[in-house]
């Protein structure tokens, strides 16, 4: 069965460089989450995506963007790259519980991840 | 306080033994729980998902149980083999809100050794 795509598996950058993620969720997925992972770390949450329009945003830097193609993979968009972004990048996707209304009872299928290690 | 703690920390287990580890969670009201595997540097990997009515819920080798009035779950691992080496994450859903609102506990490292 088709899983959760992320690319790159592994990205290195430069300080003040930019960045971008690919997130290609399970097909029918109308739900797309990004989460940022430090080493030792939970998974914090990033920002989500419904339908193609942001649903929520959590601990996502000014510097940070997403956005949600009409192909329903999503882009995650660093810029001004810090030494503390270094991180594994999750990409999770779920199908809305329309019967319950609500997107939580689902099933929540991540990504491998990328990592992103800036020098 | 964390509001899931697991234990242990780390386990090392010999290969074809079981083992079970242990989340408790503080969250109220709750969702539903889950626990993921991950292996290192890979994503978690969805082994049982149990809302707050269900006692039990297995996936071949792993059995989930859920105690919601002493807010205690459960991960029992069968028979383990080499590949269940990996961490394995309790996730806590609170009633309110969506993903972006889950609860991670700080996982077992499970080490198995042949």
């Known amino acids: 069965a088709a899983g959760v795509i992320q690319s790159p598996r592994h990205l290195i950058k430069e300080k003040r460089e930019t960045a971008t993620l690919k997130c290609y969720p399970i097909?029918?997925?109308?739900?797309v989450y990004w989460y940022q992972q430090g080493p030792g770390q939970d998974p914090q949450f990033l920002i989500s995506?419904?339908?193609?329009?942001?649903?929520d945003k959590g601990s996502i830097p000014d510097r940070f963007s997403a956005q949600q193609f009409s192909d329903y993979h999503s882009e995650l968009n660093m810029s001004s790259l810090e030494l503390g972004d270094s991180a594994l990048y999750f990409c999770?996707?779920?199908?809305?519980?329309?019967?319950?209304?609500?997107?939580?009872?689902?099933?929540?299928?991540f990504g491998e991840g990328s990592r992103l290690t800036v020098l | 306080k964390n509001q899931v703690e697991q234990s242990p920390q780390s386990l090392i287990i010999l290969e074809g033994k079981n083992c079970t580890l242990q989340c408790n969670y503080t969250v109220s009201p709750f969702s539903n729980l889950r626990w993921y595997k991950q292996d290192t540097g890979r994503g978690p990997v969805s082994l049982t998902i149990?809302?707050?009515?269900?006692n039990t819920k297995s996936n071949g080798r792993y059995t989930a149980t859920l105690d919601a009035d002493t807010k205690q779950s459960s991960l029992h691992i069968t028979a383990s083999q080499l590949s269940d080496s990996a961490s394995y994450i309790c996730?806590?859903?609170?009633?309110?809100?969506?993903?972006?609102?889950?609860?991670f506990g700080a996982g077992t490292r499970l080490a198995v050794h042949p």
């Open positions: 995506f419904y339908e193609k329009m942001q649903s």
């Open positions: 999770a996707s779920s199908l809305y519980q329309r019967t319950s209304g609500r997107a939580l009872d689902g099933e929540l299928f």
């Open positions: 097909p029918r997925h109308d739900t």
């Open positions: 149990m809302t707050f009515s269900e």
């Open positions: 996730v806590v859903s609170p009633f309110s809100g969506g993903y972006n609102k889950l609860i």
